[in-house]
């Protein structure tokens, strides 16, 4: 990890609502941003944040969510999910999250990621497929 990793860094994301972001099971005029959805677009935003503070080799993972979705998105509109470092303690990183779109606030919450080697990690999976008889 870079020296550069640091409390208060922020980004946003700008997220288009399209088909394949909604709930599909209240029919078409029910269709908003689905809740894993809107966690995947939390994790990818705090990666991508991430990603410019790491090494060659390293990447994170995911650890951890707590949100609270508060608001329904509907189809066609906008998300700007902002996220903030809120800790580092070696390779663990907490966020803090929020999202809001055009009309008010949808979510909020926290996200941990850890920062790994990617060689360690895939020589580990390994292991464990082995393990697993696959």
């Known amino acids: 990890m870079k020296q550069s990793l640091a409390t208060g860094l922020t980004t946003t994301a700008h997220i288009d609502i399209d088909v394949g972001r909604t709930i599909d099971f209240m029919g078409d005029e029910g269709r908003v941003y689905a809740t894993p959805e809107l966690v995947r677009d939390i994790e990818m935003t705090c990666r991508d944040l991430l990603l410019a503070h ?8 995911g650890t951890r969510v707590e949100i609270d979705h508060i608001g329904a998105t509907l189809l ?10 809120s800790a ?10 929020s999202a ?12 941990n ?4 080697d990617v060689a360690k ?9 082995a393990k697993a008889g696959l």
């Open 100 to 111: 809001r779109d055009n009309v008010e606030e949808v979510a909020r919450g926290h996200h």
């Open 88 to 97: 580092v303690n070696g390779r663990a990183v907490s966020f803090d999250i």
């Open 76 to 85: 066609g509109m906008w998300v700007e999910i902002t996220v903030t470092v």
């Open 54 to 61: 790491l090494d060659t080799g390293e990447d994170s993972v």
């Open 113 to 116: 990621r850890f920062v790994v």
């Open 121 to 129: 990690t895939a020589e580990r999976l390994k292991g464990k497929a």
